[in-house]
């Protein structure tokens, strides 16, 4: 399939295959015309990228990490090494402290409308 289509079916932008294709994340070959010309699986591969991206993975992570990836949702490594099992425990310890960081931040942004909101309830109407 041509990148226009990849692009449709997984709502990312031709520029950003084109990036993650130079980051080697994705492959394509070219036809003679020069077009790119991407496999199938590409769909689920692009958007186990964009899921991993959007958990904060940076490329270079998921570079490393790619290989492994299994169906959606599954990472296979076979007989791991201390690398990498040390780089996926940084990573998680990263997650981690960012969504306490999301959730703190969370919670301060409700509190703040509930105060914005209790402060723009009409006055109770004295007799």
Same mark, same amino acid.
């Given at each position: 399939m041509r990148i226009g289509e990849l692009s449709a079916r997984t709502g990312t932008s031709r520029r950003m295959? !084109? /990036?993650? =294709? =130079?980051? #080697?994340?994705i492959a394509s070959q070219r036809c003679a015309n020069? /077009?790119? &010309? /991407? *496999? =199938?699986? +590409?769909? *689920? !591969?692009?958007?186990?990228?964009? #899921?991993?991206? *959007? @958990?904060?993975?940076? %490329?270079? %992570? $998921? !570079?490393q990490i790619l290989? +492994?990836?299994g169906p959606p949702g599954r $990472? *296979? $490594?076979p007989d791991p090494t201390p690398e990498t099992l040390a780089l996926l425990e940084r990573e998680c310890e990263r997650m981690s402290?960012? $969504? &306490?960081y999301l959730t703190r931040n969370r919670d301060a942004?409700? @509190? /703040?409308? @509930?105060q914005v909101r209790d402060s723009m309830r009409p006055e109770p109407a004295t007799p």
């Open positions: 295959l !084109r /990036y993650y =294709e =130079e980051q #080697g994340l020069g /077009y790119r &010309d /991407y *496999d =199938e699986l +590409c769909v *689920d !591969r692009v958007q186990q990228v964009r #899921g991993l991206l *959007d @958990a904060g993975l940076p %490329t270079q %992570t $998921i !570079r290989p +492994c990836l $990472i *296979d $490594i402290r960012r $969504i &306490d942004m409700r @509190a /703040y409308v @509930a």
